[in-house]
């Protein structure tokens, strides 16, 4: 299949370019490159672009016949949506705007959109499935809601079938160590963990300790990168056979605490990690774990990482020798 992905030097994105090649699809990335890495994309797939230029994206679908789209290009900070929403707004809604439209236009009809656990806000169940109510409480999460509304609309006037696919924690890195995780700044904690070993000079901070949790420290559920991509497979697959605008969520179903991530990369590693305890952040709840039974059951979707150590054992094995 032709297969244009959005974001495709992303962490998420290269990752998928690499399954999609490894099964023999034609894939094009579309990435501007302001938080991506072009060492991570393969360059003769590479085209340099922005979601908010919209002839560029004109041009684009008018040199390639594709017969479907990932989309991985969102702002993803949820702090930084709360002090600058404008930016959040125009690319994560505008920009996906731009792009639906290019699809309508060229008659691509498959979508599949990297939405987020942050369209449901605070958990009101211990584990969140697909009928969990939908409150944001951040413009990032309202940014993927919004998205979600719009394929409705879209798919009512245009005829686009659409996947939402609601990550909780992306966790891990390719096994093969040629590719990883890197943000600058670094806001996840398995990445901060592991760089705060690397750079010697701890720095690492567990934002609150006194959660209505076992050990006092937020609860979540990771998934493993390679996991998270082979669940996009399957949602184009099931595209094939269904008309309609769908949303799973996407997670392990198993919930770690932010010290037991740590004990279990003190395992994997062999070294005692530093840290240090501060003030929580406001809107952190203290437990987020999917319920992803909707997903194994439609999309016949298995997870191959369960264990946090064989999640961050990926992930220490490439940021040992990163190569962006």
């Known amino acids: 299949m032709r297969i244009l992905v959005c974001g495709g030097a992303g962490y998420i994105g290269s990752h998928m370019v690499k399954i999609l090649n490894s099964q023999g699809h034609t894939v094009t990335i579309f990435d501007n490159l302001s938080t991506g890495h072009a060492q991570a994309a393969p360059a003769a797939q590479l085209f340099a672009g922005d979601l908010l230029d919209k002839e560029s994206l004109a041009r684009l679908f008018k040199a390639h016949n594709f017969e479907a789209v990932m989309h991985f290009s969102a702002k993803s900070l949820v702090g930084e949506s709360m002090t600058n929403p404008s930016a959040y707004y125009t690319n994560n809604v505008i920009g996906t705007i731009n792009l639906l439209d290019a699809m309508q236009a060229h008659q691509v009809h498959r979508f599949i959109f990297s939405s987020s656990a942050a369209i449901f806000g605070p958990p009101q169940q ?12 951040n413009p990032y999460g309202r940014t993927k809601l919004m998205v979600e509304h719009i394929l409705k609309d879209y798919h009512h006037a245009y005829g686009i079938r659409s996947v939402s696919l609601r990550y909780f924690n992306a966790a891990g890195a390719d096994p093969e160590g040629k590719l990883g995780e890197s943000h600058t700044p670094e806001t996840h904690l398995i990445p901060n963990i592991l760089k705060s070993l690397i750079n010697g000079h701890g720095g690492l901070k567990i934002f609150g300790n006194s959660y209505e949790t076992p050990d006092g420290t937020c609860i979540r559920d990771y998934i493993h990168i390679n996991d998270l991509c082979s669940a996009h497979l399957l949602a184009l697959n099931f595209l094939d056979n269904n008309d309609g605008v769908f949303g799973f969520n996407l997670g392990n179903g198993n919930g770690f605490s932010i010290l037991e991530v740590i004990a279990a990369a003190e395992q994997v590693t062999g070294h005692k990690i530093k840290f240090e305890y501060a003030p929580p952040r406001e809107g952190d709840p203290a ?4 319920d992803s039974s909707l997903t194994r059951r439609l999309l016949g979707w298995k997870t191959q990482y369960t264990g946090i150590e064989e999640i961050i054992s990926t992930a220490w094995n490439w940021h040992q020798k990163p190569r962006y």
């Open 126 to 137: 211990k584990t969140i499935n697909e009928e969990h109510p939908c409150r944001p409480i």
């Open 287 to 290: 437990r987020l774990v999917a």
